[in-house]
């Protein structure tokens, strides 16, 4: 299957990439790449529940893998990837649970700094929410997710 979604956040990673390339100031020099503004996943999250029509469950203060979690939904995805006409039946092909947990599944909160390519010159912003409402967007109507 030929995946045309694109990757809202290698974007950002690719434009701060050639600016670090071609800007002689930034030449050998590490940096952070996030999308440029601060948030908190404990907002995010009410917000992606309700783009989805769901209600979010929050966090407890316990770290529930997604792994674990979607480790028995095989079938469940099938039946939904039925009903609602997805093109992609195996939720294994879909989803990458393991990434995801690497990505959130730690026991802390992460703040980032994009400080230094700033002071540097590198101003490229795009806002978390609108990459994922974006994303979504796009993932529905190419038929992927309901």
Same mark, same amino acid.
């Given at each position: 299957?030929?995946?045309?979604?694109?990757?809202?956040?290698?974007?950002?990673?690719?434009?701060?990439?050639?600016?670090?390339?071609?800007?002689?100031?930034?030449?050998?020099?590490?940096?952070?790449?996030?999308?440029?503004?601060?948030?908190?996943?404990?907002?995010?999250?009410?917000?992606? *529940? *309700?783009?989805?029509?769901?209600?979010?469950?929050?966090? %407890?203060?316990?770290?529930?893998?997604?792994?674990?979690?979607?480790?028995? %939904?095989?079938?469940?995805?099938?039946?939904?990837?039925?009903?609602?006409?997805?093109?992609?039946?195996?939720?294994?092909?879909?989803?990458?649970?393991?990434?995801? %947990?690497?990505?959130?599944?730690?026991?802390?909160?992460?703040?980032?700094?994009?400080?230094?390519?700033?002071?540097?010159?590198?101003?490229?912003?795009?806002?978390?929410?609108?990459?994922?409402? %974006? &994303?979504?967007?796009?993932?529905?109507?190419?038929? &992927?997710?309901?």
């Amino acid at each position: 299957m030929e995946w045309t979604v694109g990757c809202n956040r290698c974007r950002i990673l690719a434009e701060q990439l050639i600016w670090a390339a071609t800007t002689e100031a930034a030449h050998n020099q590490a940096f952070n790449i996030t999308n440029g503004e601060v948030f908190r996943w404990n907002w995010l999250w009410y917000q992606l *529940a *309700a783009w989805f029509g769901v209600e979010a469950a929050g966090f %407890d203060g316990t770290i529930h893998p997604l792994e674990v979690e979607l480790a028995n %939904d095989g079938p469940l995805w099938k039946e939904m990837a039925a009903k609602y006409h997805l093109k992609e039946p195996d939720l294994n092909r879909l989803a990458s649970a393991w990434h995801t %947990d690497l990505d959130l599944g730690r026991p802390i909160e992460v703040m980032t700094d994009m400080s230094k390519s700033r002071q540097l010159g590198f101003l490229v912003y795009q806002d978390t929410r609108a990459s994922f409402f %974006d &994303l979504f967007a796009q993932l529905r109507q190419e038929q &992927l997710i309901p």
